[in-house]
């Protein structure tokens, strides 16, 4: 019997299949033609197709702010990705699968049944910072107050855990996505010129930072002159891109203060020892722990695997399946 988990996520689709460990790790892109709606590439395929595919052939990301935005492509999208994580499918799995704690009832129904149309045997729905929780080896189980920021591609999840359940959470449309908007704005407004997704995440994770240091790092970039509509090359420095980051990092701050200030102060002083565990491929970049420690006073670690944490979560999960069988 397969069970298998999956880190349903705005940028990536991370995929764990019990007794075997992380098996998929591809982006959630899916390249479609515009005029039949067939699927011509899924995951890496089509990531490499972003900002470079001729008229007909779009390609998009089916999820936006961790909630399905394209019901019929996350469906072909996550059947492809299944298929190839167990190969052909005689057996039907069971399905672990992680959302954003604040998703409505109606969107966690539009997960369950995009799953069940790739012919699950039974879908089971977590939250994903209690799952990163438990990825990133916490023992959320004891009376103890633990305390997970989820920082992923669409959405940040902030959440304080005790007794194996979260106490608190807050949920926020702010995460990676909106770092690689903020750096394509900053670009157009300062330097005038026009850069695509792809390589504004470039630029996030070479010299991006949210945090002042010293450090005198520059790059060159590449795009299109918005005045000329001709190719451009500019440099820009680490420096003059951390204010354009800082103001949606500090958002993200006030939303980690906001969920301490509501919890019972045993749990604070909890977390205070503890410290606050950094998850998602968001807390790489560069000046969150340092950025989060300042303003909130308590140690701050980013997870050992942030990348996998959720995925690695499932995987302690489906273990326990029959506890979620509620």
């Given at each position: 019997m397969?069970d298998?988990g999956i ?8 995929i764990y299949?019990?007794g075997?460990?992380i ?6 892109v899916?390249?479609i033609?515009?005029?039949?709606k067939?699927?011509?590439a899924?995951?890496?395929e089509?990531?490499?197709?972003l900002g ?7 390609a998009?990301r089916p ?7 394209d019901f019929e492509?996350t469906g072909?999208m996550?059947?492809?990705f299944i298929?190839k994580?167990?190969?052909k499918r005689l057996?039907?799995p ?5 959302c954003?704690?604040n998703i409505?009832?109606v969107?966690k129904?539009?997960?369950?049944e995009a799953a069940?149309?790739t012919g699950?045997?039974?879908v089971?729905?977590e939250?994903?910072?209690k ?7 916490l023992?959320i189980?004891k009376?103890?107050g633990n305390m997970?920021?989820d920082?992923?591609g669409g959405t ?18 702010i995460?990676g996505?909106t770092?690689d908007?903020d750096?394509?704005?900053y670009i157009k407004?300062k330097h ?14 070479e010299i991006?930072?949210?945090y ?7 790059m060159e ?6 005045i000329?509509g001709?190719?451009?090359?500019i440099?820009i420095?680490?420096e003059e891109l951390?204010?354009?980051?800082k103001e949606?990092?500090m958002?993200?701050?006030?939303a980690a203060k ?9 749990l604070?002083a909890?977390i205070?020892?503890k410290?606050?565990i950094l998850t998602?491929g968001?807390s ?8 989060f420690?300042e ?11 942030p ?7 499932t995987?302690?999960?489906l273990?326990?399946?029959e506890?979620?069988?509620?």
């Open positions: 397969k298998i880190d349903l996520g705005t940028a990536n689709v991370v299949v019990k075997q460990g098996v998929l790790n591809e982006p959630s899916v390249a033609d515009s005029e039949t067939k699927v011509l899924v995951g890496n089509a990531n490499e197709m470079r595919t001729p008229g007909k052939i779009k998009i999820m936006k702010d961790g909630v399905i935005a492509v072909a996550l059947d492809h298929k994580a167990i190969g057996i039907k069971r399905i672990l699968i992680c954003p704690s409505t009832q969107e129904t539009a997960i369950v069940e149309r699950a045997r039974k089971f729905i939250e994903e910072p799952v990163a929780a438990i990825g990133a080896g023992d189980s009376p103890s997970v920021i920082i992923g940040t999840d902030i959440a304080v855990l005790s007794l194996g359940g979260i106490v608190n959470s807050e949920s926020i449309r995460a996505n770092f908007s750096i394509i704005k407004d005038k010129m026009v850069i695509g997704d792809r390589t504004a995440e470039d630029i996030k994770k991006g930072s949210v002042n240091n010293d450090k005198e790092e520059q970039v590449k795009g299109r002159d918005a000329t001709l190719p451009k090359t440099t420095t680490q951390e204010p354009a980051l949606n990092a958002k993200l701050v006030r906001a969920a301490l200030e509501q919890i019972p102060p045993e604070s909890d205070v020892d410290g606050i998602g968001g790489l970049l560069e000046g969150f722990p340092q950025l420690k303003e909130l006073n308590v140690p701050v670690f980013v997870a050992d695997s990348l996998t944490c959720v995925a690695e979560g995987g302690v999960l273990d326990h399946l506890l979620l069988e509620h």
